[in-house]
């Protein structure tokens, strides 16, 4: 396996949301892997957690939350870590990931993904929350790179380094989100290609895709739309650096049918096969050792 916790390639997967409920349990239809936002199953009972049930069944799940605040200086929340192990451990959760930000402070949650500041001091800082989260977990998390719109005059480090960084030094995964690579280049001007260059191959369990809107000046992370065939061509780069990965498509609005955003998703295996056959000719033309 490519990654040093050995997860494995599930393929190609959409988000679980609740306007494909009915087409999913009568139909079964053969996509690879759900993910789940965490926070919609941790409070709840009735039919949510029903669903959620009989999909973990059938499928592969991952959880994916948007409230663990790695790098807020608020005290961690003990408490949402004990409903998101409990959910983890009831779906067999093949792996659990967030956002490197923060959400709020001082109890106020914004309920957004407020950016980082990449100083030396928020880099270790981030490190000792992430490993107490882990250890309590009692297994890793993999944290995604969020879409940015503003920066802190502060940052001495690229977002691409200070993630590698904190990955490598507190011992998680990454979720590497090529959309929001692309997302925060065009916000602020740096090159999507050098990033995904500087991510460890070994620490990313998964990729996300998705369609984002472009205001012209700046670009929203809406995941409202197609993929851009921009983004598509970074993420055939991204599988030339990192292998096959775990690949899973955003469609959280104005979301079409369930065939449309699972045809979506497959789009990554005809990149990914499209890659595999350029590859090929070199590695038959390629001398035998010893030659």
């Given at each position: 396996m490519a990654n040093k916790w050995g997860y494995p390639d599930l393929g190609f997967g959409i988000g679980l949301r609740s306007v494909h409920y009915e087409h999913i349990l009568k139909n079964s239809p053969p996509i690879d892997w759900f993910e789940i936002l965490s926070e919609n199953y941790l409070?709840?009972?009735g039919r949510p957690l029903n669903v959620l049930d009989q999909v973990a069944e059938r499928y592969p799940v991952v959880l994916h939350g948007v409230s663990l605040s790695v790098g807020s200086t608020d005290p961690i929340d003990f408490e949402y870590l004990k409903k998101l192990k409990a959910l983890g451990k009831?779906?067999?959760?093949?792996?659990i990931s967030d956002h490197l930000c923060w959400t709020g402070v001082v109890g106020h949650n914004t309920h957004d993904l407020l950016p980082m500041p990449y100083t030396d001091q928020a880099l270790q800082h981030t490190i000792e929350r992430v490993k107490t989260i882990q250890?309590?977990?009692?297994?890793?998390i993999a944290l995604e790179n969020a879409s940015t719109y503003l920066e802190f005059s502060a940052?001495?480090?690229a977002e691409s380094e200070f993630i590698a960084t904190l990955a490598e030094?507190?011992?998680?995964g990454i979720l590497l989100d090529v959309n929001n690579v692309y997302v925060s280049s065009y916000n602020?001007?740096?090159?999507?290609?050098?990033?995904?260059?500087?991510i460890p191959k070994d620490r990313v369990v998964q990729m996300h895709l998705a369609g984002h809107t472009n205001k012209g000046t700046h670009i929203l992370d809406t995941h409202s739309d197609y993929v851009i065939d921009t983004v598509w061509e970074l993420y055939r780069y991204a599988y030339r650096h990192l292998g096959g990965v775990s690949t899973l498509l955003e469609w959280d609005a104005n979301i079409p049918s369930f065939e449309i955003v699972h045809?979506?998703?497959l789009k990554a295996r005809k990149f990914r096969e499209q890659e595999d056959k350029l590859a090929a000719p070199a590695l038959e033309e390629a001398p035998a050792y010893g030659d």
């Open positions: 409070d709840t009972g009831r779906i067999n959760a093949r792996w250890e309590f977990m009692e297994r890793p940052s001495s480090w030094t507190a011992d998680c602020h001007g740096f090159d999507p290609k050098k990033y995904i260059d500087r045809n979506e998703a």
